[in-house]
T-cell receptor, first 114, second 112 residues
Framework: KAGVTQTPRYLIKTRGQQVTLSCSPISGHRSVSWYQQTPGQGLQFLFEYFSETQRNKGNFPGRFSGRQFSNSRSEMNVSTLELGDSALYLC?????????????FGSGTQLSVL | DQQVKQNSPSLSVQEGRISILNCDYTNSMFDYFLWYKKYPAEGPTFLISISSIKDKNEDGRFTVFLNKSAKHLSLHIVPSQPGDSAVYFCAASLEYGNKLVFGAGTILRVKS
């Protein structure tokens, strides 16, 4: 069974640009969550989607957005990039996304903003 | 405001000995707790979890203890193996919520 796939693996952008990251969940999983990992901060919750609907959103500015398609694949977009957006962005999937389910993470997209 | 804290950034343990990783939380509403392990260049993988109705859960070499009155949980690894060297994240959730709140992680190094 294929795991969670995130593309691209690495991205280098400059300030002011925008970026789109992609996530393909495990087949059958309908919940997709996004997390930002930075050194010393752990994983910070960005948002969670289930059946194309955003059910929860973390404390991030509106420059961070996402969407989910009917096949459960998800994308997140960051507009007007800032240096502080440099981080590892992790996508995770699960069947229903409830708090007791274990999440399956992808390997992440390492974003560097210059 | 960090609701889940892992106060030890790193821990070094000799192979065969016990590793104890600690985690504190501030939100008394959390009712489910999980540990994830992360190797470099890989995503975190689920390790073990515990519900707030329990105070201990065991899975092979891994045991998680929960002290609700102290809002503290710990992960015990016995015996520790070099392959356990990784970053360990503690996470908390609401049973019917849909997000995890993670700690900053603890780097475990098991020396052979």
């Amino acid at each position: 069974k294929a795991g969670v796939t995130q593309t691209p693996r690495y991205l280098i952008k400059t300030r002011g640009q925008q970026v789109t990251l992609s996530c393909s969940p495990i087949s059958g999983h309908r919940s997709v969550s996004w997390y930002q990992q930075t050194p010393g901060q752990g994983l910070q919750f960005l948002f969670e989607y289930f059946s194309e609907t955003q059910r929860n959103k973390g404390n991030f500015p509106g420059r961070f957005s996402g969407r989910q398609f009917s096949n459960s694949r998800s994308e997140m977009n960051v507009s007007t990039l800032e240096l502080g957006d440099s981080a590892l962005y992790l996508c995770a999937s699960s069947w229903t996304g409830t708090g007791t389910e274990k999440l399956f993470f992808g390997s992440g997209t390492q974003l560097s903003v210059l | 405001d960090q609701q889940v804290k892992q106060n030890s950034p790193s821990l070094s343990v000799q192979e065969g000995r016990i590793s104890i990783l600690n985690c504190d939380y501030t939100n008394s509403m959390f009712d489910y707790f999980l540990w994830y392990k992360k190797y470099p260049a890989e995503g975190p993988t689920f390790l073990i979890s515990i519900s707030s109705i329990k105070d201990k859960n065991e899975d092979g070499r891994f045991t998680v203890f929960l002290n609700k009155s102290a809002k503290h949980l710990s992960l015990h690894i016995v015996p520790s193996q070099p392959g356990d060297s990784a970053v360990y994240f503690c996470a908390a959730s609401l049973e019917y919520g849909n997000k995890l709140v993670f700690g900053a992680g603890t780097i475990l190094r098991v020396k052979s």
